[in-house]
Nanobody, 124 residues
Framework: QVQLVESGGGLVQTGGSLRLSCAASGRTFSSSAMGWFRQAPGKERESVAAINWSGGTTYYADSVKGRFTISRDNAKNTVYLQMNSLKPEDTAVYYC?????????????????WGQGTQVTVSS
């Protein structure tokens, strides 16, 4: 199993930027696809972005495409989510997750390890 710790959340104005980081411990990080999810109050958890084990393949939800960028540094056991042009509707708790395999997946059920989440609040 991979242990995950997110950081980088906070309060930002509309149009601002934040970069989330997810530090992983465990030997399997470099062979695991990774994902970012978010959950707003009263809503279901949704996939935001995902990346395969090498970083060569990525996925973005339509709602964040062109604004968010997922990346990973396997040497640092860290995955990132750069969020630009933030909107109030991006307000949520953001979770990092490690997939059970190396290939890109987006369904929550395909992820076996989860972080504790970091709050992102975008003010209008």
């Amino acid at each position: 199993q991979v242990q995950l710790v997110e950081s980088g959340g906070g309060l930002v104005q509309t149009g601002g930027s934040l970069r989330l980081s997810c530090a992983a411990s465990g030997r399997t990080f470099s062979s695991s696809a990774m994902g970012w999810f978010r959950q707003a109050p009263g809503k279901e958890r949704e996939s935001v972005a995902a990346i395969n084990w090498s970083g060569g393949t990525t996925y973005y939800a339509d709602s964040v495409k062109g604004r968010f960028t997922i990346s990973r540094d396997n040497a640092k056991n860290t995955v990132y989510l750069q969020m630009n042009s933030l909107k109030p509707e991006d307000t949520a708790v953001y979770y990092c997750a490690a997939a059970r395999g190396r290939f890109l997946v987006i369904a929550a059920g395909d992820f076996g390890s989860w972080g504790q989440g970091t709050q992102v609040t975008v003010s209008s």
